[in-house]
């Protein structure tokens, strides 16, 4: 058997350590995607999206084109309603709890990840990015449709780690196996870092990567036979769930912000 203790040197994982709303001034001409961001009712990309099916109109008329500039003096509207962008930005992380949605809002009634958080004075939030509806830890909620967009584009390296408990220990070949990266049916998958969370439970493994695909972490060990029984996000670009408690919430604070825009 190889030395677990030499792996772990081999892999180490950086802990880093890293707001109540926070004011934001908007700088004009902004591209018309960018600006429905900045209203908190989505993020950049689908923002264009809405462009693009004719769902915006600028001063009463409907534009299909996103990237188009516009100025604090043009009017544009949604769904009837004219937007104004946010200039209170609301940051949030929440250790999601299991059996929870990562959506706004849910068509079978099941509770969100909304539900977890006052709607008293917050605005309209949304989610950063996406954890299964078995999976806990880390979430950021915001409503800062530019830094969502920044976060969840696979251009920014955003790494991500889980501790993930399988159903037997991880085998020697596997571990190596995952190292080096796993061809699945959408790609490969690579990890950035890869550890036994508990040298004598060899079935706990903490797992580092930076890519967004769907329930990739789940997948790298199914595609080896594992089942994945509990999941949980333990960081996310830079911030922990340390003294945050399941199912609860804290506002990011000032620093964390400018790092989480720095990081991106």
């Given at each position: 058997?190889?030395?677990?203790?030499?792996?772990?040197?081999?892999?180490?994982?950086?802990?880093?350590?890293?707001?109540?709303?926070?004011?934001?001034?908007?700088?004009?001409?902004?591209?018309?995607?960018?600006?429905?961001?900045?209203?908190?009712?989505?993020?950049?990309?689908k923002a264009?999206?809405?462009?693009?099916?004719?769902?915006?109109?600028?001063?009463?008329?409907?534009?299909?084109?996103?990237?188009?500039?516009?100025?604090?003096?043009?009017?544009?509207?949604?769904?009837?309603?004219?937007?104004?962008?946010?200039?209170?930005?609301?940051?949030?992380?929440?250790?999601?709890?299991?059996?929870?949605?990562?959506?706004?809002?849910?068509?079978?009634?099941?509770?969100?990840?909304?539900?977890?958080?006052?709607?008293?004075?917050?605005?309209?939030?949304?989610?950063?990015?996406?954890?299964?509806?078995?999976?806990?830890?880390?979430?950021?909620?915001?409503?800062?449709?530019?830094?969502?967009?920044?976060?969840?584009?696979?251009?920014?390296?955003?790494?991500?780690?889980?501790?993930?408990?399988?159903?037997?220990?991880?085998?020697?070949?596997?571990?190596?196996?995952?190292?080096?990266?796993?061809?699945?049916?959408?790609?490969?998958?690579?990890?950035?870092?890869?550890?036994?969370?508990?040298?004598?439970?060899?079935?706990?493994?903490?797992?580092?990567?930076?890519?967004?695909?769907?329930?990739?972490?789940?997948?790298?060990?199914?595609?080896?036979?594992?089942?994945?029984?509990?999941?949980?996000?333990?960081?996310?670009?830079?911030?922990?769930?340390?003294?945050?408690?399941?199912?609860?919430?804290?506002?990011?604070?000032?620093?964390?912000v400018i790092?989480?825009?720095?990081?991106?």
């Open positions: 058997m190889k030395d677990k203790q030499s792996k772990k040197n081999r892999n180490p994982f950086h802990q880093k350590t890293p707001s109540k709303k926070l004011d934001e001034v908007i700088s004009y001409p902004i591209r018309l995607n960018k600006y429905i961001a900045k209203c908190g009712i989505t993020s950049r990309r264009a999206e809405l462009v693009k099916q004719g769902q915006i109109k600028v001063n009463d008329i409907v534009v299909r084109e996103p990237y188009i500039e516009v100025s604090e003096h043009d009017q544009i509207a949604y769904e009837g309603n004219i937007l104004q962008p946010e200039t209170n930005l609301f940051y949030l992380l929440l250790n999601k709890p299991k059996d929870v949605i990562t959506s706004t809002a849910d068509e079978k009634g099941r509770k969100t990840v909304l539900d977890l958080i006052p709607s008293q004075g917050r605005g309209r939030l949304y989610p950063v990015g996406r954890l299964d509806r078995h999976t806990t830890g880390l979430l950021l909620i915001t409503n800062d449709g530019d830094l969502t967009t920044k976060l969840a584009h696979p251009s920014h390296q955003v790494r991500k780690e889980y501790v993930a408990l399988l159903d037997e220990p991880l085998a020697d070949e596997h571990f190596e196996q995952i190292l080096q990266g796993l061809q699945l049916e959408d790609g490969l998958a690579k990890v950035i870092g890869l550890e036994y969370a508990n040298s004598k439970q060899l079935n706990h493994i903490r797992i580092a990567i930076m890519m967004g695909r769907n329930r990739i972490v789940r997948r790298i060990f199914e595609h080896l036979g594992y089942k994945v029984k509990t999941l949980d996000r333990t960081y996310y670009a830079g911030l922990t769930k340390k003294g945050l408690p399941r199912g609860k919430f804290r506002h990011l604070s000032p620093r964390e790092m989480l825009k720095h990081f991106v």
